[in-house]
């Protein structure tokens, strides 16, 4: 697929997708969403992807929405037409892991595309925030209800409302990303993170994603039910009995990911 706006490069197992406007923080257009969409939808159903890295570059994962093609949008634009907003969910509905890969600034859109991941890596050059009351307008694509789950309401509220930065140290103690790597290292180590991930019986990784996520939607008896429903569903593949029976046997696994 011939992309503007986004690169894609596939590394054995693992789809790597870079955001690609460099010369406007890899702002967000509909373009861009739309190639993202696309992208995405046909790593998932590759059976040879077991695992997805999405990063931006060394200055900005995505500095948001892009301000010069919303600014003049009317509502019925952004209600009816679903500019802006259209696509953005097709990140929440890829089946299997995906890793964010932050460097520089991740704010606005940019922050709620790395939120939609299933964890983030950050460089200790990571900014996050959702600046959008200073230009007026407020998160769409998930921020007020992402942000408080992953960092507290408190927190959540001061950066909506005051609409500051973050610097990855601060986002590592409040649990917004999963470690904080130098940002010369970034790529590698979230390669490395994904290649282990890939390398992981593919549907084993789709049902701990899908049971973790629950813990987002429902009550903890409803969500203890369904992670134990899972549970017994890895019984039925055969990656279990090789996982089992290589752990017994002292070797390495073979998966075949069924
Ligand atoms: C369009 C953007 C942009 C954006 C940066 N640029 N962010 N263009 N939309 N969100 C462009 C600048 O216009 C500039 O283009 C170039 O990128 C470099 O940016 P500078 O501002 O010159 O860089 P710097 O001084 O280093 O400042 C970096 C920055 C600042 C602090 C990140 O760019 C900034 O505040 N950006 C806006 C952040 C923001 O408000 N994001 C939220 C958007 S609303 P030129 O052509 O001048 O070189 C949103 C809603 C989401 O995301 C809703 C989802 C449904």
Redesign the pocket.
Known sequence: MDYQNIIVETHERVGLVRLNRP???N?LNDQLMDELGQALATLDTDDGIGCIVLTGNEKAFA??????AMASYTFMDVYKGEY??RN?EQLRKVRKPVIAAVAG?A???GC?VAMMCDFIIAADTAKFGQ??I??G?M???GGTQRLPRAVSKAKAMDMCLTGRMMDAAEAERAGLVSRIVPAERLLEEAMAAAKTISEMSLPIAMMVKESINRAYESTLSDGVQFERRMFHGTFGTQDQKEGMKAFLEKRPPKFNHQ
Do not use: Q, S
Request: glycine letters at 20%; hydrophobic letters at 40%.
């Open positions: 010369k406007a923080l702002a500095a948001g929405a892009d301000i010069g802006i907003t953005w600034y704010l606005g859109g709620e600046p959008e200073k230009i307008t998160p769409g694509a």
